[in-house]
C-alpha cells in the first residue's frame, strides 16, 4: 500500500472513530443531564450566543455613527439584561461542585422564552426602521 493510501486510510480511522465516541464523551462532560434537559441548556446555549452577538453589532453600528447615544444605550441595557435572564437560566443547569451544607432559596423560573424575547427585539427594531423610513421617504 502506498504512503497516500496509509494517511487516507489513518484519518478516516480517525474521522471514525471520533464520530463513535462524540456522544459518550459530550454525556460525560454533563453528567446527569437528560436529552431533554441538554436540548433546553443547548437551546439557552443558542439564545446567549445570539444576545453576544446583537450586543457585538449594536456596539459596530455605534462605533460607525449609525446609531444616537440614547438610542444605543437603551438597546444595549436591554440586551444585557436578556443575557443575564439566560445566564441566570443556564445556572439550572450548571453541575454543583460541592454539596451544599446551607439551605438556600431555589431560585425562580425563568418564564420568559429567550427566543421569543429575541423575536420581540427584532420586530421592534424592524418597525423602528420602517417608521424611520417613512418618516424620512
Do not use: C, F
Not at 487516507?8 to 436529552?35: C, D, E, M, Q
Request: no cysteine; aromatic share 8%; proline share 5%.
Amino acid at each position: 500500500m502506498s504512503i497516500e493510501g496509509l494517511i487516507a486510510a489513518g484519518v478516516i480511522l480517525a474521522l471514525s472513530a471520533a464520530y463513535l465516541i462524540w456522544p459518550y464523551w459530550n454525556a460525560a462532560r454533563h453528567p446527569g443531564l437528560n436529552s431533554e434537559q441538554q436540548r433546553a441548556r443547548d437551546t439557552l446555549l443558542t439564545s446567549y450566543e445570539r444576545v453576544l452577538a446583537a450586543i457585538r453589532d449594536l456596539d459596530e453600528d455605534y462605533q460607525a455613527g449609525k446609531l444616537a447615544a440614547e438610542r444605543y444605550q437603551a438597546e444595549r441595557a436591554e440586551w444585557a439584561e436578556r443575557g443575564v435572564t439566560v445566564l441566570q437560566a443556564l445556572d439550572a443547569y450548571a453541575p454543583s461542585p460541592a454539596p451544599v451544607k446551607t439551605k438556600r432559596p431555589a431560585k425562580a423560573a425563568v418564564q420568559t422564552n429567550p427566543d421569543d424575547q429575541l423575536d420581540d427585539a427584532v420586530e421592534r427594531a424592524i418597525a423602528d426602521y420602517v417608521r424611520v423610513k417613512a418618516g424620512k421617504g
